[in-house]
Structure formats: structure tokens, C-alpha cells
């Protein structure tokens, strides 16, 4: 099984930055993609940015230009440059590593963004 530990979840000003951590431990040769989730309070889990093994990005559109994510193969670690942070990205973010067969899910960080 793949095992995900999160970090670099905090309190910051609107305006300021974070920088989410997502490490994967186990079997992970055979990762197709992993993604960066948010769920706010009371509102589904959404996808807020994903990467591929091939190094494709994609972006939720309240995202672009503000945050990036990006890997650390060496590491085993995905990463999430949140910039320009707003109110609004008040969530408890997650991440997961998919595989052609199944999905994995961290534990979740709190990212709480104050105006």
C-alpha cells in the first residue's frame, strides 16, 4: 500500500504563501498522477491541482497563476506553492496518489488564510 504524510498546513495573512508537502511511502512505482484537493467547510472535496507521472499540470481556474504544484522524484514528494493566498482558500487540504488501480488519500492539512 502507498502511505501519504502531509505537511506545511498554517495560518497566513491574505496575500501570504505557503508551501504544502505530500510524501509517499510504500509501493509507488506505479503512480499515474498525484493532486492536491480542497474541501472547505460544508463543500465537496475539489481538485485543486494534479500532476502526472509525465509531468502534465493541471489547474482549478481559482487557482491559476497563484499556486503551483511540482514534484520531488528523488523525495517521493509532491509539492504545492500556494501564492497570493485568499480567504477563500480556507480548506482543509489532501493529498492523493492514484494508480491504475487504486487512489490514496493524506491525512489533510489545515490552511487557513485570514484578511
Known amino acids: 500500500q502507498v502511505q501519504l504524510v502531509e505537511s506545511g498546513g498554517g495560518l497566513v495573512q491574505a496575500g501570504g504563501s505557503l508551501r504544502l508537502s505530500c510524501t509517499a511511502s510504500g509501493s509507488i512505482r506505479s503512480m499515474n498522477s498525484m493532486g492536491w484537493y480542497q474541501q472547505a467547510p460544508g463543500k465537496q472535496r475539489e481538485l485543486v491541482a494534479r500532476i502526472t507521472s509525465g509531468g502534465t499540470t493541471t489547474y482549478a481556474d481559482p487557482v491559476k497563476g497563484r499556486f503551483t504544484i511540482s514534484t520531488n522524484n528523488a523525495k517521493n514528494t509532491v509539492y504545492l506553492q500556494m501564492n497570493s493566498l485568499k480567504p477563500e482558500d480556507t480548506a482543509v487540504y489532501y493529498c492523493?496518489?492514484?494508480?491504475?488501480?487504486?487512489?490514496?488519500w493524506g491525512q489533510g492539512t489545515q490552511v487557513t488564510v485570514s484578511s
Open positions: 492523493k496518489y492514484v494508480t491504475t488501480w487504486s487512489y490514496y
